[in-house]
């Protein structure tokens, strides 16, 4: 069965601090993604990376980094957090997009992980 | 560019009465679209998805979309609703062109009454 895991479900963190969000999937995906939800707002891409050591901007990637050392695991930091980042944070992951057509392969995500910074 | 409008914020439907989700796009090139659903503290499941073949869609759980190039649209529809749909449900376009940027619309909260 297809699994994508998420470090923590909840974090609290307090101003300034240095956040990890860990990010593992089991499916051998080359492409990963993290996102951030805030209500009314939907989900906005912060970064993804198109395989291991890749890394792309997404449309809100300040304040945020990442990093991908293995095949199965994407990190998401926080240099120094901050208020405004508290939000629901997504991982996903999927197989890469064959060819130039709009073909799709689901992106599979995790259950997410709630982050307050206080 | 690519965007996508999810037209109300929160519906809400009796059991047992139809569902009627709705959706429009904009998109440069010729889109793909999907639905996603969350179950409240659960991650994003994907619904159905259309990418060029057929415009009527099915997908999971009895649900269904239409795509409508003349009108933009992607509606979400369900003949009958079970208190087991209650949950949030995303519209996302994905262009053509290499497609890793998946576009999400602000979601729509469907309540369903007894």
């Known amino acids: 069965d297809v699994k994508v895991t998420q470090s923590s479900r909840y974090l609290v963190k307090r101003t300034g601090e240095k956040v990890f969000l860990e990010c593992v999937q089991d499916?051998?995906?080359?492409?990963m993604f993290w996102y951030r939800q805030d209500p009314g707002l939907g989900l906005r891409l912060i970064y993804f990376s198109y395989d291991v050591k890749m890394k792309e901007k997404g449309d809100i990637p300040e304040g945020y980094s990442v990093s991908r050392e293995k095949k199965e695991r994407f990190s998401l930091i926080l240099e120094s957090a901050s208020t405004n980042q508290t939000s629901m944070y997504l991982c996903?992951?999927?197989?890469?997009?064959?060819?130039?057509?709009?073909?799709?392969?689901?992106?599979?995500f995790g259950p997410g992980t709630r982050l307050t910074v206080l | 560019a690519q965007s996508v409008t999810q037209l109300d914020s929160h519906v809400s439907v009796s059991e047992g009465t139809p569902v009627l989700l709705r959706c429009n796009y904009s998109s440069s090139y010729s889109p793909s679209l999907f639905w996603y659903v969350q179950h409240p503290n659960k991650g994003l499941q994907l619904l159905l998805k259309?990418?060029?073949?057929?415009?009527l869609v099915k997908g999971i759980n009895g649900f269904e979309a239409e795509f409508k190039k003349s009108e933009t649209s992607f509606h979400l529809t369900k003949p009958s609703a079970h208190m087991s749909d209650a949950a949030e449900y995303f519209c996302v376009v994905i262009a053509g062109g290499g497609g890793n940027k998946l576009t999400f619309g602000t979601g729509t909260q469907l309540k369903v009454e007894l």
């Open positions: 259309y990418t060029s073949a057929a415009t």
């Open positions: 996903a992951s999927r197989s890469p997009v064959l060819g130039l057509a709009p073909l799709y392969n689901e992106q599979f």
């Open positions: 499916m051998d995906h080359e492409n």
